[in-house]
């Protein structure tokens, strides 16, 4: 029941200014920073790792300002999926190469875990005239799965395939002409990960990248989505001319150091909260 209130509670956002939700987002964020003690944690932890260079000042201030940006972003899912089109259209800007989007060529979308990363597919998905794909995880709650996939579903008429339906329906829709969004920076499962480097720390890391885009013979388009006062800014990079190769843990690898270009350009805007690091190499015990 709680869970369902809440849930409305976002959807009803949808009608306030964005400043005023952006504002309301700083006090949901400074308020999480303080009260989830045990996720707090998990990122000055990730933070530590991979910015040792850092003061524990500016680790402070990132941490503080993630849980800013993870808060803003989850209110924003109020108009990005129950606004009014027109509104979503004025909030959600594409930017850069948005040529690498244009016809039927299989393409995989390096869509890394920003906290803007709905605003990304909806944008995507809204704004461009080809039905895209991507991989989707049920949610623990029920509630809240029926309204993260009716959202992530609002435009486009998207594929959404099961992470436990395999890779034949993923490659099917990739040759069809669908542009897959895939978010393959994250500790899923070890088993079928690969240790390579994540700012220098080895990191598990799901190949599916590199093996999406040779198994399907696709180019891979890395899309950055930035959160503005403004809303988005969605951004279309050049599609990787050295990508895939022979070599997936190298493929892999090189994902990560790209990656971590984009992280620098906006450090707190990236998915910290997450247990980037939780599975180690045989011997090593997890930071968290």
């Given at each position: 029941?709680?869970?369902?209130?809440?849930?409305?509670?976002?959807?009803?956002?949808?009608?306030?200014?964005?400043?005023?939700?952006?504002?309301?987002?700083?006090?949901?964020?400074?308020?999480?920073?303080?009260?989830?003690?045990?996720?707090?944690?998990?990122?000055?932890?990730?933070?530590?790792?991979?910015?040792?260079?850092?003061?524990?000042?500016?680790?402070?201030?990132?941490?503080?300002?993630?849980?800013?940006?993870?808060?803003?972003?989850?209110?924003?899912?109020?108009?990005?999926?129950?606004?009014?089109?027109?509104?979503?259209?004025?909030?959600?800007?594409?930017?850069?190469?948005?040529?690498?989007?244009?016809?039927?060529?299989?393409?995989?979308?390096?869509?890394?875990?920003?906290?803007?990363?709905?605003?990304?597919?909806?944008?995507?998905?809204?704004?461009?005239?080809?039905?895209?794909?991507?991989?989707?995880?049920?949610?623990?709650?029920?509630?809240?799965?029926?309204?993260?996939?009716?959202?992530?579903?609002?435009?486009?008429?998207?594929?959404?395939?099961?992470?436990?339906?395999?890779?034949?329906?993923?490659?099917?829709?990739?040759?069809?002409?669908?542009?897959?969004?895939?978010?393959?920076?994250?500790?899923?499962?070890?088993?079928?990960?690969?240790?390579?480097?994540?700012?220098?720390?080895?990191?598990a890391t799901i190949p599916s990248l590199s093996r999406f885009a040779r198994l399907s013979r696709a180019k891979v388009v890395p899309v950055i989505t930035r959160m503005t006062p403004q809303g988005y800014e969605v951004e279309i990079l050049p599609a990787w001319q050295d990508f895939p190769t022979a070599d997936s843990a190298a493929d892999t690898a090189l994902?990560?150091?790209?990656?971590?270009?984009?992280?620098?350009?906006?450090?707190?805007?990236?998915?910290?909260?997450?247990?980037?690091?939780?599975?180690?190499?045989?011997?090593?015990?997890?930071?968290?």
């Amino acid at each position: 029941m709680l869970t369902r209130i809440a849930l409305k509670l976002v959807e009803w956002s949808r009608w306030l200014p964005l400043s005023w939700l952006r504002a309301l987002g700083a006090l949901l964020g400074h308020t999480l920073y303080w009260v989830v003690v045990s996720r707090r944690r998990v990122v000055t932890t990730n933070l530590r790792l991979c910015f040792p260079q850092w003061s524990e000042v500016q680790i402070q201030k990132t941490t503080l300002d993630t849980f800013i940006c993870f808060a803003q972003a989850w209110l924003d899912r109020g108009w990005l999926w129950h606004g009014a089109p027109d509104t979503v259209r004025s909030r959600v800007r594409l930017i850069g190469a948005l040529q690498e989007l244009d016809g039927d060529a299989p393409t995989v979308i390096f869509a890394p875990h920003f906290m803007g990363l709905d605003a990304g597919w909806t944008g995507l998905t809204q704004q461009i005239s080809r039905r895209f794909a991507t991989i989707y995880s049920p949610q623990a709650n029920a509630a809240a799965d029926v309204w993260v996939h009716a959202g992530r579903r609002r435009f486009g008429s998207p594929e959404m395939v099961a992470r436990l339906d395999g890779v034949k329906p993923i490659i099917a829709a990739l040759r069809g002409g669908e542009p897959l969004y895939l978010l393959p920076d994250m500790n899923f499962d070890p088993s079928e990960s690969v240790f390579v480097p994540f700012y220098g720390v080895l990191a598990a890391t799901i190949p599916s990248l590199s093996r999406f885009a040779r198994l399907s013979r696709a180019k891979v388009v890395p899309v950055i989505t930035r959160m503005t006062p403004q809303g988005y800014e969605v951004e279309i990079l050049p599609a990787w001319q050295d990508f895939p190769t022979a070599d997936s843990a190298a493929d892999t690898a090189l994902m990560n150091l790209r990656l971590q270009g984009y992280i620098d350009t906006m450090p707190s805007q990236y998915y910290w909260v997450h247990k980037r690091f939780k599975d180690r190499p045989s011997g090593e015990a997890a930071p968290y």
